[in-house]
């Protein structure tokens, strides 16, 4: 079985920052593509930003210049630092990991974690 979890989201004003990390436990023999996805209130969740095993990246266009996706392999953990946001970027995060384990690659969902951003 393999967990994740997120964590960093919370409320902040248009044009603050905040930093999402999401760590990967269990029976985990390594992974490959990890990202973040988002889910706006009445609409369909959305691809925020990937990051490959051999570290390229890619954002949606609503995010480029503001976010920046990162992973630390030795902690099993993806990262998302938010800067200048806006009020549009107000959703539901969840990470995602495709995780070897044994012979298979599986994808993986956290939870969520709300993020606000509201003066």
């Known amino acids: 079985q393999v967990q994740l979890v997120e964590s960093g989201g919370g409320l902040v004003q248009p044009g603050g920052s905040l930093r999402l990390s999401c760590a990967a436990s269990?029976?985990?023999?390594?992974?490959?593509?990890m990202g973040w996805y988002r889910q706006a209130p009445g609409k369909q969740r959305e691809l925020v930003a990937a990051?490959?095993?051999?570290?390229?990246?890619n954002y949606a266009d609503s995010v480029k210049g503001r976010f920046t996706i990162s992973r630390d392999n030795a902690k099993n953990t993806v990262y998302l630092q938010m800067n200048s946001l806006k009020p549009e970027d107000t959703a539901v995060y969840y990470c995602?990991?495709?995780?070897?384990?044994?012979?298979?690659?599986?994808?993986?969902w956290g939870k969520g974690t709300l993020v606000t951003v509201s003066s």
């Open positions: 995602n990991m495709a995780v070897v384990a044994g012979a298979v690659s599986m994808d993986y």
């Open positions: 269990g029976s985990i023999f390594s992974i490959n593509a």
């Open positions: 990051i490959t095993s051999g570290g390229s990246t």
